[in-house]
């Protein structure tokens, strides 16, 4: 009895009467009465000692080992003395028990909170069970839709970010405060009107923390046109590497010209294999390029007659984002793979030396040489063997099998390792990330690339202009921005011209992002932390519950 005493929910309200116990249906059944003898009235706030009847509530409480504990719960009903009061009788309050009208103690129903704010419906609801709760989704995200959000004092310097109900289609905004790295807000969509609105209604804000986003930027300069904007330097140098991206694009061929001269420094003496193609295969490849050329030149033709983008498409026979794309480079751009490169390494790699040295002997059987580096190790399939070897009749020498070769027992021994490993091709992406790679970063073979990609008369310009713009951002040099923006504006390389002319539109924030230590990586944080969220709930969670979760467990 002294035990159960002390279990109680509370030790100062009420009293343990009786308690009985049913070990059949593992149930505990207390009886419990209120030691309030004054009460205030709801409404008017006024005490009073005048009893008018006692009723009894029935309450779930936690759980006690495997037993469902059950509160049978008797208070008093008083009478208001106020006689301006429109409440003439009420029922005593128990905040620390029970909340009015609530079927759970208070803190049974806390704990039932915490399931749902930390799992979400499906999830909690499954541990409820496990636990001896026994709630279904429904109720627990009842729960959590009944928690009020803090109120929350309005931030001095505010992270601002979007993020997607559904990629593509619907998004929304994030705000955070970046003194405490806290979550404050989620808006429903990413127009400027809509967060112009939110910060006329929260005054105060000092400093704008955001991406390149222009309906950000007019939004913040709608709704706080005296605080300062902050562009964030992960997307400036994000920007930059879109540009630099557009240049590579256009100088396919230099980057080849690089990747040649890097493969032939690793293997001088390397005999031909089967990665160098064919003669046939070659020249398919030369009528694609002729092909696309072609419809190249059409494109800016037809543009410059005046048709529109879908009519070009339509009479060329290509899609609509291909006709930007030819008529956003004012070069040819060329495809993007080099020549006879694999974009991933296989698992063939490590055995293509044996089995073209076995081929060029003479022991041209498919089967008998995938059975032996599968003893080797080889863990593919038949069908990769079969198309390199497929390869290899095309490109060596037809040889004929001696008997000897043919009577050979499968089983070279220990797989042969690869003379060196298999690098990623050096497309317009990689060339561009190797610039913005940190130099202490980068391996001896990244840094002997990007010197020779230095080199290259058509690219020197453009990594000497982005390698400016990467010093300037890191090392916070606000001084030289100037000078650097007018060298960029006045440049040959449309692409770098263009993002100079965005800099420029963008002047203040980017020069308040080389000043001032304000970064939106905090906002990027909780923006995984909501992307967790939302896919914890199959995408099917609405704003509110989405903030109330975001919010709440910060």
């Not at 039932?112 to 709760?133: D, F, I, V």
């Not at 916070?476 to 440049?491: I, K």
């Amino acid at each position: 009895m002294e035990l159960l005493q002390h279990l109680l929910p509370s030790q100062t309200d009420v009293s343990l009467n009786s308690w009985s116990i049913d070990p059949a249906n593992q149930q505990l059944v207390v009886n419990l009465c209120s030691t309030q003898t004054v009460a205030c009235c709801p409404l008017c706030h006024r005490s009073t000692d005048r009893i008018h009847s006692h009723y009894e509530r029935t309450l779930r409480d936690l759980p006690l080992v495997q037993f469902t504990l059950t509160i049978l719960l008797q208070v008093c009903k008083f009478f208001c003395l106020n006689e301006r009061c429109p409440r003439r009788i009420f029922t005593e309050r128990l905040p620390e028990v029970v909340a009015p009208w609530a079927r759970r103690t208070t803190r049974y129903t806390a704990q039932l909170e915490a399931m749902g704010l930390a799992l979400g419906g499906s999830a909690a609801a499954r541990l409820s069970h496990q636990l001896g709760y026994g709630y279904r989704r429904n109720t627990i995200l009842r729960a959590i839709s009944k928690l009020p959000l803090p109120v929350m004092a309005t931030p001095k310097i505010l992270g601002v970010d979007d993020f997607a109900f559904r990629t593509g289609h619907h998004y929304g905004t994030i705000l955070v405060d970046l003194e405490t790295n806290q979550p404050i807000a989620l808006l429903p969509d990413r127009a400027a009107g809509t967060l112009a609105a939110w910060l006329k209604e929260q005054p105060g804000v000092k400093i704008l923390s955001r991406d390149r986003s222009k309906a950000y930027r007019r939004g913040m300069s709608d709704g706080a046109p005296d605080a300062i904007q902050v562009a964030d330097r992960f997307h400036l140098l994000q920007n930059l590497e879109e540009a630099l991206e557009k240049v590579f694009k256009g100088q396919t061929q230099s980057l080849e010209q690089v990747e040649q001269q890097q493969i032939q420094a690793q293997q001088p003496t390397e005999a031909p294999t089967p990665e160098a193609a064919p003669d046939r295969y070659r020249t398919q490849r030369e009528v694609n390029r002729a092909i696309r050329l072609e419809k190249w030149e059409q494109t800016h033709a037809l543009r410059k007659q005046g048709y529109a983008i879908k009519d070009i498409a339509h009479h060329l026979g290509i899609g609509e984002r291909t006709v930007y794309t030819y008529l956003a480079a004012s070069t040819f751009p060329e495809w993007q793979y080099p020549v006879g490169r694999r974009r991933n390494p296989s698992c063939l790699d490590p055995y293509k030396a044996y089995l073209s040295e076995q081929w060029q002997q003479g022991r041209q059987q498919t089967k008998q040489l995938f059975g032996e580096i599968q003893q080797q190790g080889y863990p593919g399939s038949y069908m990769t063997v079969a198309r390199y070897t497929r390869q290899l009749r095309c490109s060596l020498p037809s040889i004929k099998p001696s008997r000897e070769s043919l009577n050979d027992l499968p089983g070279r021994g220990p797989a042969p390792s690869p003379a060196t490993p298999v690098s990623e091709p050096l497309s317009a992406k990689r060339a561009a990330w190797l610039l913005l790679t940190r130099p202490e970063n980068l391996t001896p073979e990244e840094k002997t690339l990007l010197e020779k990609l230095g080199q290259q008369p058509k690219l020197s310009g453009a990594i000497a202009l982005a390698q400016g713009f990467i010093k300037l951002v890191r090392e916070r040099l606000p001084g030289e921005f100037d000078d650097w923006l007018e060298t960029a504006v006045s440049s040959s390389i449309k692409a770098l011209r263009s993002f100079a002319k965005g800099l420029q539109e963008d002047y203040d924030a980017v020069k308040a992002a080389l000043t001032l230590e304000v970064s939106n990586g905090p906002v990027e944080g909780q923006n995984n932390r909501l992307k967790m969220l939302k896919r914890q709930m199959f995408g099917r969670a609405g704003l509110e519950l989405l903030a109330k979760r975001l919010i709440l467990i910060s």
